[in-house]
C-alpha cells in the first residue's frame, strides 16, 4: 500500500509513502527515491492515506492503517524545526477494538481541508 504527497509549489518536497506487510514497515522517500524516514509498526500496514494541507504548511501528514485495528497518523517536516525539537513522530494512534472481536478498520479517508 502507498500514498503519494503532492506539491502546492516547486519549493515542497513530493513524498511517497510505502507500506509493507511482510515486515510491518512504512518507508518514507522524496521524489529522487532517497529514503528519509523508515517506521517499524506493531502490525502490518494495509492502508495509507495522504492529508492535503494547506499551502505554506512545514509539514505533511499521512494516516496509516495498522493492522486493521490502529489509525497511525505520522507527519513529516520538510525542513528541520528551527528548535531542534524531533523532526519525525506518530503524532497519535487511535484503536479501534481488536481483530480478536471481529472488528476492524477496511479503509479511511480525509474528509477535512485544514488541520
Known amino acids: 500500500c502507498g500514498a503519494f504527497s503532492y506539491s502546492y509549489s516547486s519549493q515542497e518536497t513530493l513524498l511517497l509513502a510505502l507500506g509493507s506487510g511482510n515486515d510491518k514497515t512504512v518507508t518514507i522517500s522524496n521524489e529522487v527515491g532517497d529514503t528519509l524516514k523508515q517506521i517499524d509498526l506493531a ?4 492502508e495509507i492515506e495522504y492529508f492535503a494541507v ?5 509539514d505533511v501528514i499521512f494516516s496509516i492503517n495498522s493492522g486493521g485495528t490502529s489509525l497511525l497518523l505520522y507527519r513529516h517536516f520538510y525542513h528541520e524545526p528551527d528548535d531542534n525539537t524531533q523532526r519525525y513522530f506518530l ?9 480478536n472481536n471481529g472488528s476492524s478498520i477496511v479503509s479511511h479517508a480525509w474528509y477535512n481541508d485544514k488541520v
Do not use: W
Not at 43 to 46: D, E, F, I, N, T
Not at 54 to 58: A, I, K, T
Open 54 to 58: 494547506e499551502e505554506g504548511r512545514e
Open 43 to 46: 502490525r502490518p500496514a494495509l
Open 91 to 99: 503524532e497519535e494512534e487511535i484503536t479501534f477494538g481488536s481483530s
